[in-house]
């Protein structure tokens, strides 16, 4: 997509209203709480190998990360809260580390502090020292190896996230911790190699695939195997609250705790995927999807009748439009944004009862979500028997934008008989043209990629319309499989330009500029 194109798209993605933007002073708190990082993960590799892992370690990364991963401003209290807990933790664990060393009798390998352990400095004091450290890698680290050591700390956050959801499920999650530890400690050591760097890149992006694997075999296990379902868009009259984002286990904690309150709760963004499984068709407060995505949120929010529920990994920062009616079950919370405490909805119960719910109601057309792989690995079948096609390309989920939708109309209408598409996005089928309907389900990907592997030899290439901190791991584990990977636009404030030139220059990953150029190189 040319840079035009990029520009238009990006002011859908929201950076022109300044929503996902990162002011510098944030920039310099998130510095220091990544030499925080990288200086518990030292320790937590040493304590772990005399088998001394200590759980606040694991749950004290994980937040923090978690915290980095969302696009909202830090607040002084949100960084003195976090700062205060590293300047507890991080003495007691290196205390520790001292009682292990001097009871077996070795030498202490203690790191070189950055910031001072002993004391609280003012705010000023801890942007300052942000902002030497970052100038400081600025200075030793060439573009290519900074674009590197990016990528990676984009995947280890994608890694936490996803640990903390499949440990949700009572699951354990150990073996990808170690390896996140193991990767942030790298950051204290010597700048590696470009090729020794790359190596990492793909390690880490199987560990973070591997996971999302994880996630769906525990989802199927708890809520069933998930299917093709009518989604309504409809709203009915009545008291309401919506749910954001994507952790669907915490989705079913809210409908048991408003299911008796009567009120109707509809779920936005990537939730709308809770609908495909059977286990919360039994819930009748579950009403349907409402809204269009993140993409559309500020006039989707600002139109909602009711309280906002931001379930954990899913913040952002937010507009005056809105503020008082967004709760947050995520650890920290930007301002504006209410924090639900101790597993307690009640605040959200009574926002539902000061607002004034849907009046009515409004009927609107239903959506088709999910995919039976049986009845699409028939389609493909027949496809392939009809079509003999020379490729096969994976097209993951487009947005909503009006220049992105112009894009693949163009793209679609171009494509040859020869080819057979497989999108994620719903789209008019035809013999070479088939629907997964699972814009918002990235296991999808995965799922159909080894269909097509292990029971064709047709050459498979694969286009993401969309590249953001969700799918760069999933980008990369796709692209150490096999070569042809092309990207669209990207999340400028995760994916800056350095990093989609070392995508192009080192994983030979393509970027997409016009549907004609485009299909010329997909298609020699």
């Not at 190998?49 to 909202?72: F, R």
């Not at 309150?261 to 407060?285: G, S, V």
Request: aromatic share 10%; net charge negative; with cysteine.
């Amino acid at each position: 997509m040319n840079n035009e194109f990029n520009i238009d798209y990006q002011y859908d993605r929201c950076i022109s209203r300044g929503i996902c933007s990162i002011n510098p002073t944030t920039s310099s708190l998130q510095e220091i709480i990544i030499i925080y990082l990288k200086q518990i993960a030292y320790y937590g590799l040493k304590l772990d190998k005399y088998e001394q892992c200590d759980v606040k370690i694991q749950n004290l990364i994980l937040n923090t990360l978690s915290i980095l991963s969302s696009n909202y401003e830090i607040s002084n209290n949100n960084f003195e809260t976090i700062n205060s807990t590293f300047l507890t933790e991080l003495p007691r664990i290196i205390e520790k580390y001292k009682t292990i060393c001097k009871a077996e009798n070795i030498k202490e390998e203690l790191l070189d502090l950055e910031i001072p352990i002993d004391r609280i400095l003012n705010i000023n004091d801890y942007i300052r020292l942000g902002e030497k450290a970052f100038y400081k890698r600025t200075k030793d680290f060439t573009d290519d190896i900074r674009s590197f050591y990016r990528i990676i700390f984009i995947i280890v956050k994608s890694i936490a996230i996803n640990i903390l959801t499949y440990e949700s499920f009572g699951k354990n999650a150990q073996k990808e911790f170690k390896t996140m530890l193991e990767t942030i400690n790298i950051l204290n050591s010597p700048i590696m190699e470009k090729e020794e760097l790359k190596e990492l890149i793909y390690k880490i992006s199987e560990c973070d695939c591997d996971l999302i694997k994880h996630i769906r075999a525990s989802q199927i296990e708890k809520y069933g195997e998930p299917s093709e379902t009518e989604v309504s868009f409809s709203t009915t009259r009545g008291k309401c609250a919506l749910v954001v984002g994507s952790n669907i286990k915490e989705l079913e904690e809210i409908l048991d705790k408003l299911e008796n309150h009567e009120i109707d709760i509809y779920t936005h963004d990537n939730m709308i995927l809770a609908h495909t499984f059977p286990f919360f068709k039994k819930y009748k407060n579950l009403k349907g999807q409402y809204g269009k995505g993140m993409e559309n949120c500020l006039l989707d929010f600002s139109t909602f009748p009711g309280p906002i529920i931001l379930t954990r990994h899913s913040l952002f920062n937010v507009e005056n439009l809105y503020r008082g009616r967004l709760f947050t079950t995520d650890f920290s919370s930007s301002k504006g944004v209410i924090p639900i405490t101790n597993h307690d909805f009640s605040p959200v119960i009574q926002a539902v009862n000061e607002t004034r719910g849907f009046k009515t109601g409004k009927q609107c057309t239903s959506e088709k979500i999910g995919y039976s792989l049986q009845t699409l690995t028939e389609k493909i079948q027949n496809s392939i028997g009809v079509i003999n096609p020379k490729k096969i390309l994976i097209i993951a989920s487009n947005g909503y934008s009006a220049e992105e939708k112009e894009y693949f109309n163009a793209f679609y209408e171009h494509i040859p008989s020869d080819i057979i598409v497989i999108s994620q996005s719903c789209i008019k089928e035809k013999e070479n043209r088939l629907s997964l309907h699972s814009s918002e389900d990235i296991f999808s990907l995965f799922e159909i990629y080894k269909y097509l592997h292990d029971n064709t030899k047709i050459p498979i290439e694969m286009l993401f319309p969309y590249c953001d901190r969700h799918t760069l791991s999933v980008i990369l584990n796709f692209n150490n499989t096999q070569s042809n990977i092309y990207i669209g636009t990207w999340n400028q404030t995760v994916i800056n330009p350095n990093i989609i030139e070392s995508l192009k220059k080192h994983f030979n990953i393509k970027v997409l500029t016009s549907p004609k150029k485009d299909l010329e190189q997909i298609i020699k």
